[in-house]
């Protein structure tokens, strides 16, 4: 498998089959006298504006903690992903993750509360 | 049977939702200052488009992905955040001019102020995609929108000069004023090759299940559907030719559109432009509007679909809630809806390489398309299309300048 064509940005799917997000980054462990292991991928915000630039990844996080929000992506153990053709398969209950806070805060704040949601 | 009707719908759903506030407007434009010369450029953009919009269905059917799913991960996030950016605002601007455009209709209708139609335009827009589903936004209101076939009906009654509407069909240079020629040329391409259309095409075949088995059905459509909208474009703009221009009309407002039908229909024609005006740029909104979503949502990987309950999927329904309050605010601000039309179209021929570019690899790595990839045709089309958007990029601000006003 080659990691960047294979995994990276590629649409992530919680066991239900629903969607939760995309792989924005690749964490791999450097141990001593052995080979990279892969152990994480990371889902956020912060994640992805590292990609863009370090700086824009830094601001973004200092933003976040100013409005008292968590900052660090949210990880998903290596073993717990099926790579697929279009999608990666976490055994994880997405509802469950932060991946899906944005989602359900949105949910419960502001579209469940307009008739007909 | 069955085909045959998803055919007729898909070209009636193609035909009804192609026309817009940019190509009545630069194609009145065209008409009005240059007669006839200008066809063969809606022409050419209708070629363009037809190849375009075809790859993007054969593109959604075979892999069962939308483009922006699949840029994402060809591409990269880097090349996705720039794409979203300059497509973003350009989308932004495009929806404004449509806004713009419904308001303007009602003002036609009403006398009422445009701006003061905005915050109601808006919440329709909102409404109906709030509570309706894909099949209606995207079959409902094309279907309504073939109204628009009244100028071509009005185009045939004027009798134009069928040999030079031929000729106008062959690409020629200008006889005067170059510099406004060739701007209002970069504004057609600009409101036919429309990156809204081919990605909403995209999501939509997502959106209707679309297999492999209708490849043959979204080349059907792509064609006819492209072709006869083109027809619409060009109609408008023999309109111009023979009834604005002999009276030196030269479309500065919209409140002169009017004059493109009441000579043909007499007071019904009134009635018609302000039906066209309306119904076509209120579809055009709606589409942009979730082609935004659509892109936020494939782009970051989260759930979206026109079908499901907006509860379901609240960053999907935030994301065209963000988008419609966002487009309707220049209109508010009583930003001339002409010129945001004229500003929007440059804007887009200027932007085309982003989006189009991705296409040439795209629709040739086999483990997206595998059997379905593009001939030889197909990619010749692509590259010469990529090679006019960057022609289109570089002189697209140039010509704003020296041939905008």
Not at chain 1, 61 to 86: E, T
Not at chain 2, 103 to 126: D, K, N, R
Not at chain 2, 133 to 141: C, L, Q, S
Not at chain 2, 242 to 257: A, D, F, N, T
Request: glycine share 10%; with cysteine; net charge neutral.
């Amino acid at each position: 498998m080659e990691l960047v064509r294979d995994c990276l940005d590629k649409q992530v799917d919680d066991r239900t089959k629903r969607r939760m997000g995309r792989v924005d980054g690749i964490i791999l462990v450097l141990e001593q006298d052995r080979a990279p292991r892969v152990a994480y991928i990371e889902m956020g915000v912060t994640t992805l504006m590292n990609r863009l630039s370090v700086r824009a990844g830094r601001t973004v996080a200092r933003w976040m903690r100013r409005w008292g929000i968590s900052p660090d992506p949210f990880r998903i153990p290596w073993g717990k992903l099926k790579i697929g053709l279009n999608t990666v398969l976490a055994d994880v209950e997405a509802d469950k993750t932060p991946a899906l806070e944005w989602e359900l805060w949105l949910r419960k704040k502001v579209i469940g509360r307009i008739p007909g949601a | 049977m069955k085909k045959l009707l998803e055919i007729a719908l898909g070209i009636v759903t193609s035909v009804g939702g192609f026309l817009e506030i940019g190509s009545i407007a630069t194609a009145a434009q065209a008409g009005a200052e240059f007669s006839l010369e200008l066809i063969w450029v809606i022409v050419l953009g209708g070629i363009c488009i037809i190849f375009l919009v075809e790859q993007a269905g054969r593109f959604a059917a075979v892999s069962g992905r939308t483009l922006p799913d699949a840029i994402r991960e060809r591409f990269g996030f880097n090349y996705f955040a720039f794409m979203y950016a300059v497509l973003g605002l350009v989308s932004l601007l495009v929806l404004s001019a449509e806004i713009g455009g419904v308001c303007v209709s009602l003002e036609l209708a009403t006398g009422i102020g445009f701006h003061w139609w905005s915050i109601p335009v808006a919440f329709v827009i909102w409404l109906v995609i709030w509570k309706g589903t894909f099949g209606v936004i995207e079959k409902g209101v094309s279907v309504l929108g073939l109204v628009t076939l009244c100028f071509v009906v009005g185009a045939y009654l004027v009798h134009p000069p069928w040999s030079q509407v031929l000729h106008g069909a062959v690409p020629s240079l200008p006889h005067h004023n170059s510099a406004r020629y060739w701007f209002i040329a970069v504004s057609i391409l600009g409101a036919t090759i429309s990156p809204y259309l081919f990605f909403f095409y995209s999501a939509g075949a997502i959106e209707d299940e679309w297999k492999e088995t209708h490849v043959g059905i979204n080349r059907v459509i792509a064609t006819a559907g492209m072709s006869f909208g083109s027809l619409i474009s060009i109609a408008v703009l023999i309109l111009a030719a023979m009834l604005l221009l002999p009276r030196g009309i030269k479309v500065e407002h919209y409140s002169e559109l009017p004059a493109l039908l009441v000579p043909v229909f007499g007071a019904k024609g009134f009635w018609l432009l302000v039906a066209s005006l309306g119904i076509s740029c209120l579809g055009a909104a709606m589409e942009i509007t979730l082609q935004m979503a659509y892109l936020t949502a494939q782009g970051f990987g989260w759930n979206w679909s026109e079908n499901q309950r907006p509860l379901d999927e609240a960053r999907f329904s935030f994301a065209y809630t963000a988008t419609i309050i966002l487009g309707m605010l220049p209109v508010i601000f009583g930003l001339d809806p002409l010129t945001m039309t004229v500003f929007s179209m440059a804007a887009t021929a200027a932007t085309l390489p982003v989006s189009i570019v991705p296409f040439l690899f795209l629709m040739n790595d086999y483990s997206y398309v595998r059997i379905y990839s593009n001939g030889w045709l197909s990619n010749a089309v692509v590259i010469s299309i990529i090679g006019l958007a960057f022609v289109l990029a570089v002189v697209t601000i140039p010509l704003q300048i020296f041939g905008g006003g």
